[in-house]
């Protein structure tokens, strides 16, 4: 049955982190920005996630844009967790400039944060990171976007 919520519109990330070598990334919609000076993210996560466990640990994370054809990737991240499955070994991808974490070939633009916080909101918890790098990789693309449950 159709409710409100169908009209939340909401953008398709990749979440990614290290902790002692090993990588966790996942695909994320519960992401915005959450203050201008100084920048910062903030991306809400079940604690169960295997990415979570990782940025708690490291205290940084990425955020990284999809391109809407890009849809095998967020199927990848988003339908698997780290804990049990190889998402890195199945895509390209490469470091980010400052935190030296793991980018998604094809993305858009990645933005590196540093954790500055964290916030039980029910069953998730919302980490707030301060965006210490930001980079555009494609001028033209367009960013993936979920609605009504769909992806386009
Ligand atoms: C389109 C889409 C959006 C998602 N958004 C979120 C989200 O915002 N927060 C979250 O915790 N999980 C979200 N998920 C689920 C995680 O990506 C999924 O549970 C993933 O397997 C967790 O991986 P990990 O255990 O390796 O961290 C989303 C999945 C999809 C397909």
């Given at each position: 049955m159709k409710s409100v919520f169908d009209y939340l519109v909401q953008g398709v990330y990749i979440v990614s982190t290290e902790f002692e070598n090993q990588m966790a990334g996942l695909t994320a919609a519960w992401v915005?920005?959450?203050s201008?000076?100084?920048?910062?993210?903030?991306?809400?996560?079940?604690?169960?996630?295997?990415?979570?466990?990782?940025?708690?640990?490291?205290?940084?994370?990425?955020v990284q844009v999809l391109d809407e054809i890009q849809r095998q990737v967020a199927e990848i991240f988003g339908y698997h967790s780290s804990r049990n499955f190889d998402k890195f070994s199945r895509v390209q991808w490469s470091r980010s400039e400052k935190l030296g974490l793991p980018i998604i070939e094809g993305?858009?633009?990645?933005?590196?944060?540093?954790?500055?916080?964290?916030?039980?909101s029910g069953d998730?918890?919302?980490?707030?990171?301060?965006?210490?790098?930001?980079?555009?990789?494609k001028k033209d693309g367009r960013p993936m976007r979920f609605l009504m449950?769909?992806?386009f």
């Open positions: 915005m920005q959450s201008f000076k100084p920048p910062m993210l903030a991306v809400s996560l079940g604690p169960t996630r295997r990415t979570a466990e990782l940025i708690e640990k490291s205290g940084k994370f990425t993305v858009l633009g990645y933005f590196e944060c540093e954790l500055e916080g964290r916030l039980e998730h918890v919302i980490y707030n990171g301060k965006i210490i790098n930001h980079k555009l990789l449950r769909d992806w």
